[in-house]
C-alpha cells in the first residue's frame, strides 16, 4: 500500500472557523490532489499540486486554498468553513505510472 | 468538461450471480481506471487499461476498453459477498497533471 495518511481523520467545526486537513505522503510521488465525495457527486477535485510550491486549481476550488512547502506535505485550508463544505475529503498522489492514483484513508469533515 | 455517466447506481444480487457495471462518455481517454472504495475507506486501484479494445482480466473480474477510448465495462463472474463495494471509473486526461475524471459510482451489494 502506498503511504499516504491523512490527518484529522475526523473533525466537526462550527461555520465561520478555519479548518486545515493534512495529508502526508512516504513515497516521494511528484503529483498530490484534494478531492471531497459526495452522495449522487462521486469525487470532485479540489486542488492539486504538481511539485513543492506548485499548485493549482480544479472543479471545486472556491472556499479553499491550499500549500505544499514539502514534497511530503499538502495542506487543505478552509479559510472560513460552510455547512456546505461538510463532506468526506480525499487526498491523492501519483508518480509516473500512466494516471494511476493511490488514496489516503479520508477525513470526514462535519460543518455545523 | 469531460463526464463519466456510470450505470447502473445501484445493484443488489445474489451470491454466485454475475453483473456487468458500465462507463460511458462522449469524451476519449488516455486511460480507464477502475477503482472499489469500501465503507471508511479511501479508493483502492483495481485495472488500468490505455489501449482502445483491451480486456484485462483479475481471477473473476474482467475489464474491458472500448475501441474508441470512450467507455469501459467491468463484469464480475459469480459474484461473492467480499465483492460488495462501491465500484468506481476513473478516466485519465491527455495533460501532465494526471488529472483524472471519475464516474459517478455504482454500489454493488452481494447478498449471501
Known amino acids: 500500500d502506498a503511504g499516504i495518511t491523512q490527518s484529522p481523520r475526523h473533525k466537526v467545526t462550527e461555520t465561520g472557523t478555519p479548518v486545515t486537513l493534512r495529508c502526508h505522503q512516504t513515497e516521494n510521488h511528484r503529483y498530490m490532489y484534494w478531492y471531497r465525495q459526495d452522495p449522487g457527486h462521486g469525487l470532485r477535485l479540489i486542488h492539486y499540486?504538481?511539485?513543492?510550491?506548485?499548485?493549482d486549481k480544479g472543479e471545486v476550488s472556491d472556499g479553499y486554498s491550499v500549500s505544499r512547502s514539502k514534497t511530503e506535505d499538502f495542506l487543505l485550508t478552509l479559510e472560513s468553513a460552510t455547512s456546505s463544505q461538510t463532506s468526506v475529503y480525499f487526498c491523492?498522489?501519483?508518480?509516473?505510472?500512466?494516471?494511476?492514483?493511490?488514496f489516503g484513508p479520508g477525513t470526514r469533515l462535519t460543518v455545523l | 468538461t469531460q463526464l463519466l455517466e456510470q450505470s447502473p447506481q445501484f445493484l443488489s444480487i445474489q451470491e454466485g450471480e454475475n453483473l456487468t457495471v458500465y462507463c460511458n462518455s462522449s469524451?476519449?481517454?488516455?486511460?480507464l481506471q477502475w477503482y472499489r472504495q469500501e465503507p471508511g475507506e479511501g479508493p483502492v486501484l483495481l485495472v488500468t487499461?490505455?489501449?482502445?479494445?483491451e480486456v484485462k482480466k483479475l481471477k473473476r473480474l474482467t475489464f474491458q476498453f472500448g475501441d474508441a477510448r470512450k467507455d469501459s465495462s467491468l463484469h464480475i463472474t459469480a459474484a461473492q459477498t467480499g465483492d460488495t463495494g462501491l465500484y468506481l471509473c476513473a478516466g485519465g486526461g491527455f495533460n501532465a497533471g494526471n488529472m483524472l475524471t471519475f464516474g459517478g459510482g455504482t454500489r454493488l451489494m452481494v447478498k449471501p
Open positions: 487499461v490505455v489501449t482502445g479494445g
Open positions: 491523492a498522489i501519483s508518480g509516473l505510472a500512466g494516471n494511476e492514483q493511490f
Open positions: 469524451s476519449v481517454f488516455s486511460s
Open positions: 499540486s504538481y511539485g513543492v510550491k506548485d499548485t
